[in-house]
């Protein structure tokens, strides 16, 4: 799992395989933003998923959120190789306009 | 159309120099953010803005400065860079739920 100074992570699968990412927070948020950040590029957002909800889903990701554990996770489905990129996720901090970002997921799908 | 532009988006510079690095948002949003990613690190959160004139502190403020000019440009100012400052930089625009980031700055202080 990603979050603070921890190194980045990395998962290598094959094409097809589903695939998990996880996220553990340590202070209170309102929202997780999952983030993808291509090669060479900035990253982007893909999943955002609230504290009153549970699971959110987009096309093959699906979020999940357990702000009890204070985890999310990311999850992708039959990941193809356009997938390969490093994941983030992220919180917020002062009502929403400052956000920390965990220490990212680098996923390498293999045709 | 880009709407979050940065520039240069390379700079080598030498030890003791100085280095602005500009970023300009066509979002109209109020939030801009300037962050430093390292290599096997996330991205950390040097300085940000809420508006022309406005400056908030992050969490790696040490060595650096910044200016909103505008609503529209957000700079990053390094006036004695150091080795340890050698890093990507990326500027990014919030409307306060998704952040849009530009395609950063390489910078390597020799």
């Known amino acids: 799992s990603q979050w603070g100074e921890e190194n980045l992570q990395a998962l290598s699968i094959q094409e097809g395989e589903d695939v998990t990412m996880n996220c553990s927070y340590k202070?209170?948020?309102?929202?997780v933003h999952w983030y993808r950040q291509d090669s060479g590029r900035g990253p982007a957002l893909i999943i955002l998923?609230?504290?009153?909800?549970r699971e959110k889903r987009s096309g093959r990701l699906r979020a999940t959120l357990d702000t009890s554990s204070q985890s999310s996770s990311l999850s992708i489905t039959a990941a193809q190789c356009e997938d390969t990129a490093v994941y983030f996720c992220?919180?917020?901090?002062?009502?929403?306009?400052?956000?920390?970002f965990g220490s990212g997921t680098r996923l390498l799908v293999s045709p | 159309e880009a709407a979050v532009t940065q520039s240069p988006r390379n700079k080598v510079t030498v030890t003791g120099g100085n280095v602005t690095l500009s970023c300009r948002q066509t979002n109209s949003h109020n939030y801009m953010y300037w962050y430093r990613q390292d290599t096997g690190h996330g991205l950390r959160l040097i300085h940000y803005?809420?508006?022309?004139?406005?400056?908030q502190i992050g969490d790696v403020p040490d060595g650096y400065k910044a200016t909103r000019t505008t609503q529209e440009d957000f700079f990053l100012l390094l006036e004695l860079a150091s080795p340890s400052q050698t890093s990507l930089y990326f500027c990014a625009s919030s409307d306060g739920v998704e952040q849009y980031f530009g395609p950063g700055t390489r910078l390597t202080v020799l």
């Open positions: 803005s809420y508006g022309a004139g406005n400056l």
């Open positions: 992220a919180t917020d901090r002062a009502g929403g306009y400052k956000v920390v």
């Open positions: 998923i609230r504290s009153n909800e």
């Open positions: 202070t209170y948020t309102t929202v």
